[in-house]
């Protein structure tokens, strides 16, 4: 029997099961993994740095820039980026990037399985990369490996690809989580660039698992926030809010020049008659004589961002820095090397609020650069909740949320208006796959079957002949679309299903053959069948599931009387609704200021879109 023959589905607000309780247990599990995993990611990053600039092993984060090598510290970036290049190419490719388009790509092409050693050698390289002087944040590796590890645990339980994907993605927002000591904003990243729903069955593991990495974050790197700043006031004048609108669009057009270089280089990089393997190379030696020209622009620069919220940079000192980050972070990112993009663009975000700083109302140190970091993440991640809710995290600045709120959001449309995609989706287009970034209801999902049924349609009786039967469908022009046909008993119950091809076949050749046999000998029984009051949605994915694309409709209750019949054709009436509510434009109420030309012009123009609709 069919799976709808149980009962008459129970519509709710929500799709959640009890199969969401062992994903939670696994998803903890993975965010108490995945905080141990940046607490190593990020002592290897110390302990490289000691090893590449100060010649010792230890931990210790120290900067680059500390160092006293002079001109070797050319060479060094090169030998890491020869590393790094090595261990692409004998060990994994999918080291190389920034992390994110990464694990979009395990999520979207590899039903969410992560190959164990990219685990290990993610963070290795990210390690190598930072430590030599890469101009990188450690989120995007972590991201990728805590997903990898996610996926790792996933494989070991018989689980759907649906369900790998959401441990997946617990395993990154966990690491992010207890990176940046960011726990929301982690969940919110998640939610708008990684997991591409939002259920509860998803959601809730995800959150519980960037909960767990934050807990133990307290414990391993400290509580946070990573860069704490005075508050600043909360009240703000009409002139400063103008000025954060500015000072998103000034961070839209920088975000869409940001994603425009780091394409540029990377195919740059591909006219080169080398293997990719040395690209990273050459990326490393631009890092290199970038760091001669500006040190701190070299690593993670955590220490960088604090002091340009703070207002501790001179105007020139600040201009350097962009012009040396954003050359040495584009070439290096366009070269295939392993570095996050998240580091790079809070500090080019808060250096260009630096820069603007002095043309804008004072509202109190560092609150321009503070706006500006915000509003950078949501132009070029395109992710503008995850921007906002990061900024304050970082900074535990709640007075700033109405100009965050406000700058992000120009941000956002700056680049969502110029740029089709993203820094973190161009990757994956490139390789010949779409991500979609916007989410919305179904129209499938809030329709009901009842609502776009046939009901007069053509139904036979069981007793009936097959070749009378052919001569009543071949006779009634409203089944020529029908192909498939009820067989009922008394009262119109469901005995089975003929379709037109076996009346045909089964059907008496000539008047001199056998008997045409009877409806109920030939007919499918049991058939699959839908119900007056289920969605469109569930219908569509038992049509897919079975691959028959019509269905008769029945009562609720048993026997099941047949009440019409639904097909593919009926499907689109909701697609048709729905494109009908984005694309056709009319005016309800007139404007009584508008000369009377203007509204019957008006009137009669809606008047010929609806008879031509």
Known sequence: ?????????????????????????????????????????????????????????????????????????????????????????????RIRGHGIPEALEAILIRGSKVEPKVAILKPLSAAISIGSGGPFGSEGPI????????????????????????????????????????????????????????????????????????????????AGPLFPVPAHVAAISPGALASCVLVGACAGGLSALLTYSVYASEDFFKKLPIHWMWWPAIGGLVIGLGGLVFPRALGVGYDVIESLLNDQMPAKEILLLIVVKWTIWAVALGSGTSGGVLAPLLMMGAALGGLLAPYLPNMGPGFWPLISLGAILGGTMRSPLTGILFTLELTHDLNALLPVLVAVTTAHAFTVLVLRRSILTEKVERRGFHVSREYSIDPLEVLFVKEVMQTDILRFPGTQAADDSLQRADADEKSHNQWSYPVVGDDDVLLGIVTLNMLRFRSRPTSGGPQAPSLLRIMHQDPLFALPDESLRSVVYR???????????????????????????????????????????????????????????????????????
Request: charged fraction near 20%; include cysteine.
């Open 1 to 93: 029997m069919p799976d709808t023959d149980a009962a008459p589905p129970r519509l709710g607000d929500f799709t959640a099961t009890s199969r969401i309780l062992p994903l939670c247990v696994l998803a903890i599990a993975i965010g108490a993994l995945s905080a141990y995993v940046a607490l190593a990611l990020l002592k290897l990053i110390g302990l490289f740095t000691n090893v590449f600039y100060f010649h010792r092993l230890s931990t210790d984060l120290l900067r680059p820039a500390d160092s006293t090598l002079g001109l070797w510290m050319v060479a060094v970036p090169v030998v890491g980026a020869l590393l790094i290049g090595l261990l692409a190419r004998f060990g994994s490719d």
């Open 143 to 222: 991201i990728m490996t805590g997903g990898a590890f996610g996926s790792i645990i996933a494989q070991f339980f018989k689980l759907t690809a649906a369900e790998r994907k959401t441990l997946l993605v617990a395993g990154a927002a966990a690491g992010m989580s207890a990176t940046f000591a960011s726990p929301i904003a982690a969940v919110m990243l998640a939610v708008e660039l990684l997991l591409f729903e939002w259920k509860p069955r998803s959601f809730v593991p995800v959150a519980l698992a960037s909960a767990t990495a934050m807990f133990l974050r307290r414990y391993l790197l400290g």
């Open 543 to 613: 049509m897919a599931k079975s691959g028959i694309t019509r269905l008769p409709v029945v009562t609720p209750e048993s026997p099941r009387k047949v009440l019409g019949m639904i097909m593919l054709t009926d499907l689109l009436k909701a697609r048709a609704q729905h494109l009908e509510e984005e694309q056709r434009r009319e005016q309800i109420l007139p404007l009584p200021f508008l000369p009377a030309d203007v509204r019957t012009t008006r009137r009669y123009r809606a008047d010929r879109e609806k008879a031509g609709a």
